[in-house]
């Protein structure tokens, strides 16, 4: 697999995590509705920074790549924050 694949797969990835993870917060306590919306900004850049990526040359393209992932690795890691905090959340 490519970098541009795997880069469309974390992409997609994150993007399954934060739908799920919208609808819960939704329902949720107001601090993570605020955690998460901090966390849309970097959704938004790594959207709008993956796009150019994938339209970049090789060389480009995998310095773009490593920025992605930097991005990505935060957005994993505040998603994961969120839902561990939901989970000791009682329905």
Do not use: C, F
Not at 42 to 52: A, N, T, V
Request: hydrophobic content about 30%; cysteine-free; aromatic content about 4%.
């Amino acid at each position: 697999m490519d970098y541009k694949e795997e880069l469309g797969h974390i992409i997609e990835n994150l993007k399954q995590e934060r739908d799920e993870l919208n609808v819960r917060v939704h329902l949720g306590k107001a601090d993570l509705r605020d955690d998460m919306q901090k966390l849309e900004h970097k959704w938004e850049e790594l959207r709008y920074k993956g796009q150019q990526a994938l339209e970049t040359v090789d060389e480009t393209g995998r310095e773009a790549n490593e920025t992605l992932r930097a991005i990505a690795d935060d957005l994993k890691d505040g998603y994961r924050k969120i839902r561990e905090s939901l989970n000791r959340i009682k329905p």
